[in-house]
């Protein structure tokens, strides 16, 4: 095996680009759908209150339609936390994937990187 040592400048370039394509594909993912989420929950909002207003939406199913909306907007903070949670779990395995990485081929060595949560 080839033992390739460590250097610091190149280790830190490579946790930076991996960590900066991890971070740019998951907020595409997000933008993409936090637009529409939110387009749909304004629209939502709007519709609401015009049938209030109008009188469309009797008193009697207000509590029905704003409860539909408390829904979607929890769902929508739902999503994003989830996304976050995987984006949180991608880089650390990039991180430590790299590290490890490194460690192994300056040691000869194999080196398991923990996983996350351990």
Same mark, same amino acid.
């Given at each position: 095996? &080839?033992?390739?040592?460590?250097?610091?400048?190149?280790? %830190?370039?490579? %946790?930076?680009?991996? $960590?900066? $394509? %991890?971070?740019?594909?998951?907020?595409?993912?997000?933008?993409?759908?936090?637009?529409?989420?939110?387009?749909?929950? $304004?629209?939502?909002?709007?519709?609401?209150?015009?049938? %209030? /207003?109008?009188?469309?939406?009797?008193?009697? !199913?207000?509590?029905?339609?704003?409860?539909?909306?408390?829904?979607?907007?929890?769902?929508?903070?739902?999503?994003?936390?989830?996304?976050?949670?995987?984006? /949180?779990?991608?880089?650390?395995?990039?991180?430590?994937?790299? !590290?490890?990485?490194? !460690?192994?081929?300056?040691?000869?060595?194999?080196? &398991?990187?923990? $996983?996350?949560?351990?």
């Amino acid at each position: 095996m &080839t033992i390739t040592p460590i250097n610091v400048p190149d280790l %830190i370039n490579q %946790i930076k680009t991996q $960590a900066t $394509a %991890i971070l740019g594909q998951n907020i595409e993912t997000a933008q993409g759908f936090s637009q529409e989420q939110l387009a749909a929950m $304004a629209q939502q909002a709007e519709t609401i209150a015009g049938g %209030i /207003a109008s009188g469309e939406i009797r008193p009697s !199913l207000q509590q029905f339609f704003l409860d539909q909306l408390k829904q979607s907007a929890q769902n929508f903070v739902r999503v994003l936390v989830g996304l976050s949670l995987v984006t /949180a779990e991608q880089l650390w395995n990039g991180v430590v994937g790299t !590290l490890w990485g490194a !460690l192994s081929g300056a040691t000869g060595l194999h080196f &398991t990187p923990p $996983a996350w949560g351990q």
